[in-house]
């Protein structure tokens, strides 16, 4: 089993920027997809980023590209989201995930971490 425990999240002024880390231990992350979700007050749990187990291939929510970067370093098992331009409605709990699939135009995980908060103010 793997556990993923996130890690950066806090509070942010609108514009400003943050980079979540996520450490994974147990196995290593090498050879598998990563991403991260977001769930804001009252929202569903939303898909932000997905990175290959290569680090070659990249996607994105159309709502963060060109702002949000996912990243990995496989030697340190672990996985990066840098956010930049950062807005209020942003605001959300951020889930590492381990494992994200693309199915019917959506991504799915069924590997998740506990989260970190994400606040934005205006």
């Known amino acids: 089993q793997v556990q993923l425990v996130e890690s950066g999240g806090g509070l942010v002024q609108a514009g400003g920027s943050l980079r979540l880390s996520c450490a994974a231990s147990?196995?290593?992350?090498?050879?598998?997809?990563m991403g991260w979700f977001r769930q804001a007050p009252e929202k569903e749990r939303q898909f932000v980023a997905r990175?290959?187990?290569?680090?070659?291939?990249?996607n994105y929510a159309e709502s963060v590209k060109g702002r949000f970067t996912i990243s990995r370093d496989n030697a340190k098992n672990t996985v990066y989201l840098q956010m930049n331009s950062l807005k209020p409605e942003e605001t959300a709990v951020y889930y590492c995930?381990?494992?994200?699939?693309?199915?019917?135009?959506?991504?799915?995980?069924?590997?998740w971490g506990q989260g970190t908060q994400v606040t934005v103010s205006s």
């Open positions: 990175i290959d187990w290569s680090g070659s291939i990249t």
């Open positions: 147990g196995r290593t992350i090498s050879g598998y997809s």
């Open positions: 995930a381990a494992d994200v699939r693309g199915e019917r135009g959506r991504y799915r995980t069924s590997t």
